[in-house]
């Protein structure tokens, strides 16, 4: 399949996994946006950019990277920031499964790869496992984040424009699983992520990134 092939069943993908799991699904009329859909997630609009993942045994590639041809600025590349897109969504066509990544994770980078399986090494800092981004796992903490947020109605559920306490955290996770996999939630932190460490269900700590 060619790019745009690629492309276009990507997006079908992506709105029929959304529409599976009761989201709305909203496409723009004009053309040349930075996102391809808008998801209704509990009320809040999310800007989504659907791409192709590739698979290369336990790694699924995802190119972020943009280009065109401009008359008077030749070929012009870009990458993708929180202002323009709120979400990545990628649908691997060899695995047939979507999955749903905040902006953080990819802002301002050309590539990004999802890990299927372990490292054989054993390295977890700097490594995204597939399974923590799987579409459906990735709306259920966006909507409980949503109806925990104090945060005004409309706004993106991904956002990190917002400051202080009250923002929604990127990640909710157990006092465990963060205790075990520090290297990656401090990964996180330095790309922009809140992290939020929760003892017994409730909230017990909070990482952020430096101001």
Not at 199 to 205: D, I
């Amino acid at each position: 399949m060619n790019p745009n092939h690629k492309g276009n069943v990507a997006e079908l993908a992506i709105a029929a996994e959304a529409a599976r799991l009761g989201l709305s699904v909203l496409k723009p009329l004009t053309e040349h946006e930075r996102y391809d859909l808008v998801l209704d997630i509990s009320g809040r609009l999310l800007r989504v950019q659907c791409k192709w993942g590739a698979r290369h045994g336990d790694v699924i590639s995802v190119r972020l990277r943009s280009s065109y041809h401009s008359p008077t600025r030749g070929y012009v590349t870009s990458t993708h920031s929180g202002g323009e897109v709120d979400a990545i969504a990628v649908y691997c066509g060899e695995v047939d499964r979507c999955f749903l990544l905040p902006i953080e994770l990819a802002a301002g980078r050309g590539m990004l790869t999802l890990r299927m399986a372990p490292a054989r090494n054993n390295q977890r800092a700097s490594l995204n496992l597939a399974a923590e981004y799987e579409f459906s796992g990735a709306v259920a903490q966006l909507e409980e984040r949503v109806a925990g947020s104090d945060e005004v109605r409309g706004s993106s559920p991904l956002s990190s424009t917002a400051e202080g306490a009250d923002r929604a955290p990127s990640f909710v996770v157990g006092a465990h699983e963060f205790r075990n996999r520090f290297g990656y939630y401090l990964e996180r932190a330095s790309n922009g992520a809140e992290v939020e460490i929760r003892r017994r269900g409730r909230p017990f700590a909070r990482l952020t990134p430096l101001a």
